[in-house]
């Protein structure tokens, strides 16, 4: 499975697909749209809004979910820009896709992030069958070890096949 979907992901490319991903939604970064509020705090850069999460340990941040969002037969991207500051640790971005009751994930492993960084667009991709509607999406955070890290322009993508 996992090697089909990355023959899926080179194809997409090879095709020049990824210029056609398509806006499902922006999120707002406010810490009362996030799902773990008392783990994040909001601050800016430049005029922009920005996350910032400080971690002491391993854990997944969940940040936001989407409910029903009637997808299916296509590759769902969560996007967002990923700042780093003194984190002994890594941290990616995870999709849960939750689809006929039962939870699936992809995660950001191949663009973790690390040290003191600056920003960097990341991204993690998740294929949807046709019939696979998820009932919900949800964007998370992952961290393993100490530091700071800065998130800001989340978007939910998608590019149908």
Same mark, same amino acid.
């Given at each position: 499975?996992?090697?089909?979907?990355?023959?899926?992901?080179?194809?997409?490319?090879?095709?020049g697909?990824?210029?056609?991903?398509?806006?499902?939604?922006?999120f707002?970064?406010s810490?009362?749209?996030?799902?773990?509020?008392?783990?994040?705090?909001?601050?800016?850069?430049?005029?922009?809004?920005l996350?910032?999460?400080?971690?002491?340990?391993?854990?997944?941040?969940?940040l936001?979910?989407?409910?029903?969002?009637?997808?299916?037969?296509?590759?769902?991207?969560?996007?967002?820009?990923? &700042?780093? +500051? %003194?984190?002994d640790? /890594?941290?990616?971005?995870? !999709?849960?896709?939750?689809?006929?009751?039962?939870?699936?994930? #992809?995660?950001?492993?191949?663009?973790?992030?690390?040290?003191?960084?600056?920003?960097?667009?990341?991204?993690?991709?998740?294929?949807?069958? &046709?019939? +696979? %509607?998820?009932?919900n /999406?949800?964007?998370?955070? !992952?961290?393993?070890?100490?530091?700071?890290?800065?998130?800001? #322009?989340?978007?939910?993508?998608?590019?149908?096949?």
């Open positions: 499975m996992r090697y089909f979907l990355i023959l899926i992901l080179v194809l997409l490319m090879f095709l697909c990824q210029g056609r991903f398509e806006v499902i939604k922006k707002e970064l810490v009362e749209n996030v799902i773990d509020k008392h783990l994040v705090t909001r601050s800016s850069f430049k005029d922009e809004s996350l910032k999460i400080v971690t002491d340990s391993t854990r997944t941040i969940r936001f979910e989407t409910g029903d969002l009637d997808l299916e037969n296509c590759f769902v991207r969560y996007r967002a820009k990923v &700042k780093t +500051e %003194n984190l640790g /890594i941290a990616f971005l995870e !999709v849960l896709c939750t689809i006929d009751g039962k939870e699936y994930f #992809s995660n950001a492993l191949d663009q973790k992030v690390s040290g003191t960084s600056d920003w960097q667009s990341t991204y993690v991709d998740f294929y949807l069958k &046709k019939g +696979e %509607n998820p009932t /999406i949800k964007l998370n955070t !992952v961290t393993e070890g100490n530091g700071t890290i800065l998130v800001k #322009s989340i978007e939910l993508l998608k590019v149908n096949l």
